[in-house]
């Protein structure tokens, strides 16, 4: 026990038991002499209160009323908030009154007189703890309590009402936070053993060792010990603070065994406020538990307050037997002969228990009963490194695991470790510290104290520590300077900044990110650590980072520069070049593949003092031109119809998918901002600074977050977007076409158009902060004089540390919805379906009946977490407006790395997880499915025209696609997804794909099929989103999005999709390759052989191009075949070794190729009027639909083996204009969808199914 903590005083009350008989003949004077020179008291007051030997203490023996006052107020006065002590040692004395009174002497020490309780509060105030070692204690106890809930009352009272006569009179003293110690029960009598000390209850709170050796020979069991007399335990040698003495580790497995049994049996927050606290309560606390034990073997059942649940029969108390059982076994020969002291196998024994439940345990379980003891081991050399090493290993487990260490009361043994230089503890402390700071960073203070961080840098710094510990060690110093400048400076002056530039080139992915991500944190608001890094070229040295492989490491790199820029309070030329050459680095990752990437770079846009201007040019430029929509372009032929006029824009908003930004409606467009638009029908408006002034409302004309209005609208945005490509900037004053604020403004209105939600509603709230200051700033001078309102440029956006909750996941964004990474996306309600088919006729502005299903309004935009904002001098609109869009949460989801277990071995290697069992019986299914397809096509297909399902879909197909081994189908409209359960008929799932109301889906593509499937779709504006969750009543998920292509111009034909699949991942093409096609016209369709080296296109002007991948750019053409005369339809390589190139065109000629051979080997001619066609990956079939509402169904050698012209079921009615085809990959199944909304599957014979 640390003495040196504790400075409670403490004030002793006692009486004598009894007299000797020769007292009874004395003057009085002399009695009371003799009473105070041997009374009970006085000893046990001098030897008890041993813990606290620096703490101060005061005898009153014999005391009257006024002595007993004097004492107890001075104490009190002395003390001022700290804790005191009132032990009341009443033997001898009567018992305590009915009414709770003790018994004093009165001025002439002739006779007792009562002392009450209420008085004793009064004079002891709070906080305090008081002792009574009497017969009946509990009465005291009871009535201790009715005067604290009195005193209560009073209070409430007195603050009630001021003017009742108890506000009038002193405040009596609240007595919550008072600790009460009872001997016994209001009805019981201590016990009368002449070979126990008459104040038992007092040795077991001030001598619980030697109490416990003495309870313990007096039983039975101390049989088993021979030679040990209670003579030879009063000469046990050692001291209790010498743990390598037996007295002394004695004392050290009593207090691990007390701590134990209270941390097991107590609730959480009281052991808390009992054991963790004060160390004076904890030992008084750990000494009642053997009192308890002691107490209640002799009828008496001890009383505290707060009470506690009974301790007296716990399992840990056999081990404290047992240990004194070894300790005492050796007695008689340490003492009689000398030998050496064998130390107790307690602690061993008790690591290898908490090994076991390591290992052996189950995943739901109860906290392990050790965790005590094991803190304990940590104060013992010996034990260690193990204690260290299984420590780490529990808080592995997850941040349930690290809250129960630091609640047993870790931290102060961590910390004091880590002065140890121990080279075998650095990888243990270090874990065990990522593990603490990951679910509680509230210690930076604690660490930067004690000179902890020393300790992490070493780490850093020693090139010879594995690459995961040096992890760690950046990881903690990243969460030491995080927000907190005296941790930054002390990390500055500890060389941090060099040390992790050296290690920005490590090979080790998670090293870099955390290295980037400490860099951004140190010289986050902090100048000096900023210029240290212009110092050492910083900035340059994480150019690197922005093209590493791994999109973690590229968004810390995103995040270090953002925080490296527009940092410095004083603005130099030097620092805006700096800026603006980090600006220009960041603009590159527009079209970066992963969206997080993107998103942490629009939070970065932070130069925005001259975006002003910009922005009001690019609004004022945006009314000169007229750039066509993509919406209005319809092409003759064009099978899909265009349901959506840009006169009414119309929402596919599902259940109010928020973070989806689409067409606004009039509540999102403010008036003022459509005097900036093109107005359709008197042409444009004049722009002008008056324009913007002589608004109704600022609240409404700036679109205040109260009314959730934005001035800039998706459609102004996305027709910016499109002028700016043919705008001419060079006639702004001051800044040049291709100035920095120019590029990014562009960079910003194409992020708007992103087609990952986040980072498009994110890119709005920036364009919209800017447009907001450029209002501001082109109202005249009397209107910002009215407000708050100023010019200057937000401050830097920070990143602030939250305690961590859940685990695993994608990094969260600051949307406006609950989606994270991965957007749940709700789905359409569901409307019953007519009994008959009606005839297809668009309905105003074009729109197909199902639109009905959608709401037409929705919020857009919501407050998004909320963020202190840093700069005062910003209205207070404005910085509502763009705080929520500077917190990305990247620095705390990577944290959640370090909080989630990283030993365990993953569910998915594990032979008897539930993932692994589900993963087992998908592959057993796809076999099964191979088998039975293989042998159906193996004995030959004469026919494929068994209708198998028929539905009215949602919305007009335009592509379907079979699952490969599942009864699911996917079926897309324009923009939404509908998936259908073919062989039972049902719908499973219905949402929407989240493209721009212009846009169509033109392709689907399944990814990863044969285990957990993703769905890839792609649309005709180059944009490419990956779902999840769909089709299993589940709210579908978006994974990733991104612009596959950019530039792409409107097409009324499908944009071909590829993928390359190999083993458990999707590896997708990004910008791995590119392959010049060499001609002017758009590729058509795709296909890849098995090996996926070679490429087979088929182009609009009827060529038919191979590529070769492995070869260079300029040489991977090998082959081009130009027979067709039209727009190729689909071109396939089959994927056998010597499998041929099928090619088709819309003038339905189908040719086959051999690839060495430069001219077609076979041709069949088809029908004419070919919209759709697809070719079967196993059987020899294709299948060609046409507008003339037909579907013919071929074999290899040209043989019609089926035509398709009418519906089952419906009397013969003729099927519509097939709009899309497609084979099932292995079943001979065939999907067709029509203009009519119907959705059909044909197969072949059932004899032969």
Not at 265 to 285: H, N
Not at 1162 to 1184: E, M, R, S, W, Y
Request: glycine share 4%; hydrophobic share 40%.
């Amino acid at each position: 026990m640390d003495s040196d903590l504790l400075h409670s005083p403490a004030v002793g009350l006692a009486e004598e038991e009894e007299a000797d008989m020769n007292d009874w003949k004395l003057p009085l004077a002399f009695m009371k002499k003799r009473h105070s020179e041997k009374i009970e008291g006085s000893k046990a007051l001098a030897q008890s209160w041993r813990m606290k030997d620096r703490a101060r203490y005061k005898q009153s023996l014999d005391p009257t009323v006024d002595e007993v006052k004097k004492l107890c107020t001075s104490l009190r006065r002395n003390a001022k908030e700290e804790r005191v002590l009132f032990h009341y040692n009443g033997h001898g004395v009567p018992r305590p009154t009915v009414n709770g009174e003790i018994w004093v002497f009165n001025k002439n020490y002739t006779q007792y007189i009562p002392l009450s309780i209420y008085d004793l509060q009064t004079w002891m105030g709070s906080p305090s703890i008081f002792v009574y070692d009497c017969s009946n204690a509990g009465i005291i106890v009871k009535s201790f309590k009715q005067f604290a809930l009195q005193r209560e009352q009073e209070l409430e009272v007195a603050a009630i009402n001021p003017s009742h006569p108890l506000a009038q009179m002193p405040l009596p003293p609240s007595m919550k936070n008072c600790i009460q110690l009872a001997a016994c029960e209001a009805s019981e009598l201590l016990p009368m053993n002449p070979d126990l000390p008459a104040d038992l209850f007092t040795s077991c709170l001030t001598t619980p060792i030697k109490i416990a050796l003495r309870w313990f020979c007096m039983q039975k069991s101390a049989k088993l010990v021979p030679g040990v007399t209670l003579d030879l335990i009063e000469k046990i040698p050692g001291r209790l603070n010498d743990r390598r003495t037996p007295l002394g580790e004695l004392n050290w497995i009593f207090t691990a065994i007390t701590d134990t049994i209270a941390w097991n049996v107590l609730p959480r927050d009281l052991f808390q406020k009992l054991f963790r606290q004060d160390l004076l309560v904890a030992s008084l606390f750990r000494n009642f538990l053997l009192a308890e034990r002691i107490m209640r073997s002799y009828n008496c059942t001890p009383v505290s307050s707060p009470r506690l649940p009974p301790t007296y029969m716990h399992a840990m108390w056999q081990a404290w037997d047992l240990a004194v059982d070894i300790c005492l076994s050796q007695l008689p020969t340490i003492i009689e002969e000398g030998t050496a002291f064998r130390h107790s196998p307690f602690f061993a024994e008790q690591l290898t228990a908490f090994q076991v439940w390591l290992t052996m345990g189950v995943e739901n379980r109860n906290p392990p009963e050790q965790l005590p003891i094991v803190l304990q081991v940590l104060l013992s050399q010996v034990h260690r490194l193990r204690a260290l090493d299984l420590l780490g290993r529990f808080l592995d487990l997850g941040p349930w695991a690290v809250s129960l260490a630091l609640s047993v009361g870790i931290f102060p043994y961590v910390l004091k470790l880590l002065q140890s230089s121990a080279r075998e503890l650095r990888p243990l402390l270090v874990f065990i510290w990522a593990k603490i700071l990951a679910v509680d960073s509230s210690c930076q203070a604690d660490l930067v104290k004690d000179n902890g961080h020393k300790y992490f840098l070493s780490v850093l710094a020693d090139n010879y520590m594995p690459a995961e510990h040096r992890t760690m060690a950046v990881f903690i110093l990243a969460v030491i300077v995080n927000n907190y400048t005296t941790g930054q400076e002390a990390c500055l002056q500890g060389n941090l900044i060099a040390n992790c530039l050296e290690q920005l080139s490590d090979p080790h992915p998670l090293l870099r990110q955390w290295v980037a991500i400490c860099l951004g944190r140190i010289w986050q608001n902090f100048d000096p650590a900023r210029w240290c890094g212009v110092r050492d070229s910083a900035h340059e040295k994480l150019y690197t980072l922005l093209s590493d492989p791994i999109p973690e490491v590229r968004c810390a790199a995103v995040f270090a520069l953002g925080t490296f820029v527009g940092n410095s309070a004083e603005r130099t030329d030097h620092s805006t070049t700096i800026d603006h050459n980090v600006a220009m680095m960041l603009a590159q990752l527009i079209n970066d593949g992963s969206p997080v990437v993107r998103k942490v770079a629009t939070t970065r846009r932070q130069t925005l003092s001259n975006f002003c201007t910009v922005a009001l040019q690019f609004i004022e430029e945006e009314k000169n031109y007229s750039v066509p929509s993509p919406a209005n372009t319809a092409e003759p032929g064009n099978l899909t119809p265009v349901r959506d006029s840009p006169a009414i824009p119309r929402l596919r908003s599902v259940n109010s998918y928020t973070n989806i930004r689409t067409a606004t409606t009039a509540r999102n467009l403010n008036k003022s901002l459509q005097n900036l638009n093109l107005n359709e029908e008197g042409g444009p408006a004049a722009f002008s600074p008056g324009n913007l002034s002589t608004s109704s409302s600022a609240s409404s004309t700036l679109g205040s977050p109260d009314n959730d209005e934005y001035i800039l609208s998706f459609e102004t945005i996305d027709k910016m977007r499109r002028v700016s490509s043919y705008s001419s900037l060079n006639s702004l004053i001051g800044v040049s076409f291709n100035s920095v604020y120019t590029q990014i403004w562009r960079v910003l209105l194409h992020l708007a158009a992103d087609p990952f939600p986040e980072v498009s509603d994110l890119a709005m709230k920036v364009l919209n902060s800017i447009a907001y200051k450029a209002m501001m700033n082109a109202r005249p001078q009397r209107i910002l004089d009215s407000g708050s309102l100023t010019q200057s440029a937000p401050a830097s956006p920070t990143s602030k540390g939250t305690h961590i909750h859940q685990a695993g996941g994608s990094p969260p964004m600051p949307s406006t919805s609950s989606s994270s990474l991965t957007n749940d996306v709700p789905k359409p309600p569901t409307r019953e379906q007519p009994a008959t088919r009606p005839p297809y006729t668009p309905t105003l502005g074009g729109q197909a009946p199902h639109s009905h299903q959608f709401t037409r309004t929705r919020k857009m935009f919501d407050k998004g977490p909320e963020q202190a904002a840093e700069d005062s001098d910003e209205p207070g609109g404005h910085r509502n407006y763009i705080s929520p869009a500077l917190q990305t949460g990247l620095c705390d989801w990577s944290a959640k790395y370090f909080a989630q277990p990283v030993m365990k071995i993953p569910e998915e290697h594990d032979l008897e997880s539930q993932v692994r069992l589900e993963r087992q019986w998908r592959f057993l299914r796809n076999a099964r499915v191979r088998r039975q397809s293989r042998s159906i096509i193996q004995r030959g297909i004469s026919r494929l025209d068994d209708q198998i399902f028929i539905n009215r879909n949602p919305g007009v197909p335009s592509v379907v696609k079979f699952h490969p081994f599942n009864t699911c189908i996917a079926v897309a409209d324009k923009d939404s997804i509908c998936f259908w359960d073919w062989e039972k008929g049902e719908r499973l799932d219905y949402f929407y794909n989240g493209n721009p109301r212009y846009t169509r889906i033109t392709s689907m593509e399944y990814l990863n099929g044969h285990d957990c499937s993703l769905l890839l779709t792609a649309t005709d504006d180059g944009a490419l989103r990956i779902w999840k969750n769909f089709a299993d009543q589940k709210n579908p998920e978006m994974v990733t999005a991104w612009q596959g292509l950019s530039d792409m111009l409107p097409t009324t034909r499908a944009l071909p999709l590829q993928t390359l699949t190999r083993g458990f991942v999707c590896v997708l093409v990004f910008v791995r390759q590119d392959i010049p096609t060499g001609a002017d016209s758009c590729v058509t369709s795709l296909s890849c052989d098995s090996q996926r080296s070679l490429i087979v296109a088929g182009l609009g002007d009827g060529s038919v191009r191979v590529f070769d991948r492995r070869m260079g750019p300029n040489e991977c053409r090998v082959m081009t075949y130009r027979e067709h005369g039209a727009w190729v339809v689909k071109a396939h390589l089959q994927k056998e070794t010597d499998g041929h190139i099928i090619s088709v065109s819309v003038n339905g000629d189908v040719r086959f190729f051999e690839p060495r051979m430069p001219e077609s080997i076979n041709v069949l001619q088809t029908v004419k009027g070919l919209t759709a066609l697809d070719i079967h990956p196993q059987a020899n079939l294709f299948a060609c639909g046409s507008m003339n509402q037909f579907i013919a169904v071929y074999n290899a050698n040209g043989d019609v083996i089926s035509n398709i012209k009418y519906y089952d079921g419906f009397m013969g009615q003729r099927i519509g204009a097939i709009s899309c085809l497609a084979f099932h990959p292995h079943w001979p199944h065939l999907a067709v969808g029509s203009n009519d909304y119907y959705m059909s599957i044909y197969s072949a014979e059932k004899r032969l199914r």
